[in-house]
């Protein structure tokens, strides 16, 4: 098939029946659903990009496998200008979406696992890798969301799995049989889980030998038997529900995430990919985390650029435009955004071979670009907002907006500048308000935090990549240190 | 090329021409107007071909959203036999406003 189009893209999740419940009940149709729909559009963006002549050279590649043309994430980076490419890529649809798109999670996924079942089979005579291959393939031809699965619930953060007083707390193997096995646990904080076509499982930690049960990694369909989906909720997002258009600030797109919960699940043994090998799971954690920590040098950036755009344009509508304050907060949301962007492409740049032929990021700068990640959209938004104004949190509802009386009186004080409308003001200060504490918060800011790896996991990452004895190698020689 | 001459100017003595984009991630240009604005303004003697053309281009336009053309690599290059490369508000790699840039490609066209 090749290439889908946006609507082959939500006709084959129609398709689907996935179990998903959300606001205490079980959704019919998701596609459907106004609260889950937006982020379907988000998704549906990478397809649409795709056929796009002005955006193809990003948003495709020329698969390794069958030499066919294919989304680019549904590809293994066979190149730092793939690498590259990826980051720009992620930067435009941020820029398209103004949200999360989801779909990145499984490109780093089908990355990392490739290259550390290939190192894993070559270590230890398993055949994963021919496994993965097959499944990839699959996905390369029939251009499908991978859900990329890899946070477990964790319970008690100080105990290991196998110590956990709930063994489920952590995904594991309950049950070993000739045909497959069978999983019991679950998955949090699952981006795009429910516009998936598959999910890609992998361990959460390092493992131990005690740990080999939860040395886990396999796909399934995300419809299977045995997987069901609690929707997270985002902050105003029943604003979805009332409606309304200019309230939830983005219409069109939006993010989710989920709890994917996995209840006997029965995994075929030609779906597995690791199964009790615990000195390879913090390899593929590793590198799973350091292509998402890449990811974010361009997703979060897009998106910054609307912020920015969003900001410079309230000022605008506020008459503040020419205020040399004003100017140089978006000179200073600017310099963060491009220093985000500049962490991406360098890591990029810096990448590497691996055994498998696919390349990786260079850690040490993939998780310098994540740990920025995890302060500059912080800083991005409270300019936004200080440049917005408290109107953007104080703001009549649009349903007043409307109203045929109340209306005149909202047209009226809420108006910023003669020559545009308080509509417009009013659109522009809630997309502020969308992407600094609504709906597309949670993509921005707490993901920015925690996504990935929380900040302290990349500077546990830092201090192992630092080569700290070079660095005093060199400062001995300066200073004329004899060993 | 103008008037009668255009009318007369057959299908087979036509040069074909193409364009190309970078993918778009932060462009300087509004590049899908400015092939727009080209191809309005394109003489008869011009025929607009895709990538899937069996016959290799006359001319290529590149048409690169900033000063990186990080789309101009040797795979392209190959789809034409000369080309034309916007960069931002740049043509082969001289600077030009991009108000200016539809009738600098146009004026590179006739040469």
């Known amino acids: 098939m090749g290439l889908k189009t946006a609507d082959q893209y939500e006709e084959s999740l129609r398709k689907m029946n996935l179990k998903v419940y959300l606001l205490g009940e079980q959704v019919k149709c998701p596609a459907d659903h106004p609260i889950i729909r937006p982020s379907m559009n988000s998704v549906k963006m990478t397809y649409a990009l795709a056929q796009s002549p002005e955006h193809e050279d990003l948003m495709t590649a020329k698969s390794h496998l069958t030499g066919e043309k294919i989304n680019r994430f549904c590809h293994l980076h066979q190149s730092t200008e793939d690498l590259i490419k990826k980051v720009k890529m992620q930067r435009l649809l941020g820029q398209k979406t103004g949200a999360c798109f989801q779909r990145c999670v499984g490109m780093d996924a089908i990355n990392a696992v490739d290259s550390v079942t290939f190192e894993m089979d070559k270590k230890l005579g398993t055949q994963y890798h021919d496994r993965f291959i097959r499944f990839l393939k699959m996905v390369q031809e029939e251009d499908l969301v991978v859900d990329g699965a890899m946070t477990d619930p964790k319970g008690d953060r100080s105990l290991p799995p196998s110590r956990q007083t709930d063994p489920d707390l952590y995904t594991h193997v309950v049950e070993k049989r000739k045909d497959g096995i069978i999983v019991r646990g679950a998955k949090a904080h699952q981006t795009g889980a429910v516009n998936s076509h598959w999910i890609l499982v992998m361990p959460t930690i390092a493992m131990t030998k005690d740990d080999a049960d939860y040395a886990l990694s396999f796909v399934a369909p995300a419809d299977a038997d045995g997987i069901s989906y609690i929707y997270g909720r985002q902050s105003c997002d029943t604003r979805k529900l009332e409606g309304c258009e200019i309230d939830v600030g983005n219409r069109q797109f939006g993010g989710h995430e989920a709890l994917m919960v996995f209840d006997n699940l029965f995994v075929p043994w030609e779906n597995v990919f690791m199964c009790g090998e615990y000195e390879f799971s913090g390899l593929l954690v590793e590198r799973f985390a350091g292509y998402h920590r890449q990811s974010y040098g361009g997703c979060k950036v897009g998106v910054g650029d609307v912020l920015i755009g969003a900001a410079a344009l309230a000022a605008d509508y506020n008459g503040a435009a020419k205020a040399s304050h004003v100017k140089d907060k978006l000179i200073e949301m600017t310099h963060l955004n491009e220093t985000l962007f500049s962490c991406g492409i360098a890591c990029s740049a810096q990448g590497h071979r691996t055994a498998s032929g696919t390349y990786l990021i260079d850690l040490l700068l993939a998780n310098v670009c994540k740990q920025n990640v995890t302060r500059f959209p912080y800083e991005i938004a409270r300019l936004a907002e200080d440049i917005t104004g408290g109107l953007m949190v104080t703001m009549a509802s649009e349903k007043d907006l409307r109203h045929p009386e109340i209306g005149k009186i909202v047209e009226k004080y809420f108006k910023g500048i003669a020559s545009v409308p308080t509509e417009d003001r009013c659109r522009i200060m809630r997309l502020v308000e969308n992407i600094t504490l609504g709906t597309a918060a949670v993509g921005y800011r707490t993901e920015s935090m925690h996504g990935a790896g929380s900040p302290q996991a990349q500077r546990i990452m830092i201090a192992r990549q630092g080569n700290l004895e070079h660095k005093k190698k060199l400062a001995k020689e300066i200073a004329g240190i004899k060993d | ?111």
């Open chain 2, 1 to 111: 090329m103008t008037g009668l001459a255009l009318m007369n100017c057959k299908i087979s003595e036509r040069k074909l021409i193409g364009f190309k984009y970078c993918g778009g991630c932060n462009p300087v240009i509004n590049r899908a107007q400015l092939v727009q604005d080209i191809q309005r303004r394109l003489s008869a003697e011009f025929t607009l071909a895709t990538d899937q053309s069996p016959t290799q281009w006359d001319i290529g336009i590149l048409v690169c959203g900033c000063l990186s053309a990080c789309a101009d690599k040797p795979d392209f290059r190959n789809l034409a036999r000369r080309w034309i490369i916007i960069a931002g508000n740049s043509v082969d790699y001289g600077d030009a406003p991009e108000k200016d840039l539809a009738e600098i490609v146009l004026n590179k066209l006739k040469l």
